[in-house]
T-cell receptor, first 114, second 115 residues
Framework: DGGITQSPKYLFRKEGQNVTLSCEQN?????MYWYRQDPGQGLRLIYY???????QKGDIAEGYSVSREKKESFPLTVTSAQKNPTAFYLC?????????????FGDGTRLSIL | ELKVEQNPLFLSMQEGKNYTIYCNYS?????LYWYRQDPGKSLESLFV?????AVKQEGRLMASLDTKARLSTLHITAAVHDLSATYFC???????????????FGQGTRLTINP
């Protein structure tokens, strides 16, 4: 079955450490997205990518970085510059030209500070 | 800055009752999406509303869009316990026809349906 796989499901970060969250999709979707969700809140856009080797900042990109070397993969690095990284991170994807379609979401990664 | 506001944020209701969740947004858009999220889980798409006056129904849920009023509603008919979840609306703010979908989400409405 096609879908979006996020790993790990739970992740702990130490002070000053960078951590990378994985997002892989086998839906042949072109655009991929990273969102952050804080408890009791809606989702906020961190970064998105429409094609390989290209990505744009979302509303809360500071302290995060991404890469898009393959169509299937869009990893998110939470850097030490992100002072409040504890949140639920969701990856999503959509087919190019599919602006009238809903985004498909992965199961998320829950990141906490040690 | 686009704002998407849902109300109520918390809703506790009894099985069999009807209720409506409201989603107001502050800028022009004709694409609005409703999602459902169960506790600790991912988001599941419910409805895609693409034009003024659009109405979609699935089971006990019905969604509508009024782009002139910048308002969408999610109506629950004869609620059942299985509908307990958090419901989000999201507005597409992208202006570029071939551009990427860019969603701004509401805060979510946590719905609890009691037997």
């Amino acid at each position: 079955d096609g879908g979006i796989t996020q790993s790990p499901k739970y992740l702990f970060r130490k002070e000053g450490q960078n951590v990378t969250l994985s997002c892989e999709q086998n839906l042949n979707h072109d655009a991929m997205y990273w969102y952050r969700q804080d408890p009791g809140q809606g989702l906020r856009l961190i970064y998105y990518s429409q094609i390989v080797n290209d990505f744009q900042k979302g509303d809360i990109a500071e302290g995060y970085s991404v890469s898009r070397e393959k169509k299937e993969s869009f990893p998110l690095t939470v850097t030490s510059a992100q002072k409040n990284p504890t949140a639920f991170y969701l990856c999503a994807s959509i087919k190019q030209g599919g602006r009238n379609q809903p985004q498909h979401f992965g199961d998320g990664t829950r990141l906490s500070i040690l | 800055e686009l704002k998407v506001e849902q109300n109520p944020l918390f809703l506790s209701m009894q099985e069999g009752k009807n209720y409506t969740i409201y989603c107001n947004y502050s800028t022009t858009s004709d694409r609005l999406y409703w999602y459902r999220q169960d506790p600790g889980k991912s988001l599941e798409s419910l409805f895609v509303l693409l034009s003024n006056g659009a109405v979609k129904q699935e089971g006990r849920l019905m969604a509508s869009l009024d782009t002139k009023a910048r308002l969408s509603t999610l109506h629950i008919t004869a609620a059942v316990h299985d509908l307990s979840a958090t419901y989000f609306c999201a507005v597409d703010t992208s202006r570029i026809i071939q551009g990427a979908q860019k969603l701004v989400f509401g805060q979510g409405t946590r719905l609890t349906i009691n037997p």
